[in-house]
């Protein structure tokens, strides 16, 4: 079974900064990535997703994220953070059983 | 296009009574839907899958007879917590996918028993 780490639990950035956040997964097979965002009482946002190809995807809002096959890696990062980026935000990798398994999620956090 | 309502985005009702929340892919037929469960401040836990005329597999330690799930067009998944008590409120959450990888994910159901 498929399994994500997301080591930080809190990050807080200042307006304008850039952002990385961090995601480790546990698969046997070549994993499905997925970013996700939340807004508190919403559903997910899909942010990006890597199937295959080029390891740099380029997602919706600015984010960008780099699949590290070598580290089990799939770091989600933004040049500059807008303070509309304040949010909980989930990594997830799925398997060839169409299941998703969730990180425990980064709740980020933007001072002016 | 891939867009997935809930109804009702949220409910509050009385121990023991059953609450149903349905899902709906609204500009596409999914031949797979899925639900989620979320407490306060903790991820998604996937609590079942559910293919359009067959049966749903639910996760380990998810219990069936209460959280009945019926898959009955490629268009609409229903659950139904039943004889709901206070420690089942929490954030529902079911997305829709087609064949790929890809699931689109609800808006959610905050339910809360009182």
């Known amino acids: 079974a498929q399994s994500v780490t997301q080591p930080d639990i809190h990050i807080t950035v200042s307006e304008g900064a850039s952002l990385e956040l961090r995601c480790n997964y546990s698969?046997?097979?070549?994993?499905?990535l997925f970013w996700y965002v939340q807004s508190p009482g919403q559903g997910l946002q899909l942010l990006l997703k890597?199937?295959?190809?080029?390891?740099l995807v380029q997602g919706i809002k600015g984010f960008e994220a780099e699949f590290k096959r070598s580290q089990s890696s799939f770091n989600l990062r933004k040049p500059s953070v807008h303070w509309s980026d304040a949010a909980e935000y989930f990594c997830?990798?799925?398997?060839?059983?169409?299941?998703?398994?969730f990180g425990a999620g980064t709740t980020v956090t933007v001072r002016a | 296009g891939a867009v997935v309502s809930q109804h009702p985005s949220w409910v509050i009702c009385k121990s023991g009574t059953s609450v149903k929340i349905e899902c709906r892919s609204l500009?596409?037929?999914?031949?797979?839907m899925f639900w989620y469960r979320q407490f306060p401040k903790q991820s998604l836990m996937l609590m079942a899958t559910?293919?359009?005329?067959?049966?749903?597999?639910?996760e380990q330690g998810v219990e069936k007879d209460k959280f009945l799930i019926n898959h009955a067009s490629l268009t609409l998944s229903t659950l139904t917590v039943t004889s709901a008590h206070p420690e089942d409120s929490s954030f529902y959450i079911c997305?829709?996918?087609?064949?790929?990888?890809?699931?689109?994910f609800g808006p959610g159901t905050r339910l809360t028993v009182l």
């Open positions: 997305s829709a996918s087609l064949t790929s990888m890809e699931q689109f």
């Open positions: 698969y046997g097979a070549t994993p499905y």
């Open positions: 890597y199937f295959s190809g080029d390891t």
């Open positions: 997830a990798v799925g398997g060839n059983d169409y299941k998703l398994s």
């Open positions: 500009d596409f037929q999914a031949t797979t």
């Open positions: 559910s293919n359009e005329g067959s049966k749903a597999t639910y």
